[in-house]
């Protein structure tokens, strides 16, 4: 009852997050000793609204481990738009730190698609599992 009754509240204040429905799949190229693997493929099936590329985040976790940042491309732009939508594909990429490599093979890591709200604030639209291979 309290959580419906903030989400209405939220949702009034427009503060509520858009919700992203994806998958995650792991990306074909195996992981190096170098930085820059290809990791895994997010795509996006359907969303609330888009998020602007600029404010995408893309970031994965080792349980229990620390948060890190990654880079991406938007690898499938379905409407041109430049923002992240439904039936966008984004690929995760190493940071150009060899952060991974083949001795992570079956580690799990959590994923997450967040979106940069103000100056030190996120909203997480998506959260997954990956594992490494």
């Known amino acids: 009852m309290r959580l419906s009754i903030l989400a209405t509240l939220l949702s009034l204040v427009g503060c509520v997050p858009t919700a992203f429905y994806a998958t995650l799949t792991d990306h074909t190229d195996a992981l190096s000793t170098g930085g820059s693997d290809k990791l895994f493929e997010v795509e996006v099936s359907s969303a609330d609204a888009n998020v602007d590329l600029a404010d995408v985040r893309l970031t994965f976790q080792p349980i229990g481990g620390t948060m890190t940042a990654l880079n991406f491309v938007l690898t ?16 995760g990429i190493e940071p150009g730190l ?14 997450r698609l967040s979106e940069k709200t103000g100056v030190n604030t996120v909203s997480v639209h998506w959260e997954g599992s990956w594992g490494a291979q």
Request: charged content about 25%; proline content about 7%; glycine content about 20%.
């Open 98 to 111: 060899d952060l991974l490599n083949p001795g992570n093979d079956g580690q799990t890591f959590n994923v």
């Open 76 to 91: 499938v732009d379905s409407d041109g738009d430049g923002a992240v939508g439904p039936g966008d594909k984004l690929t």
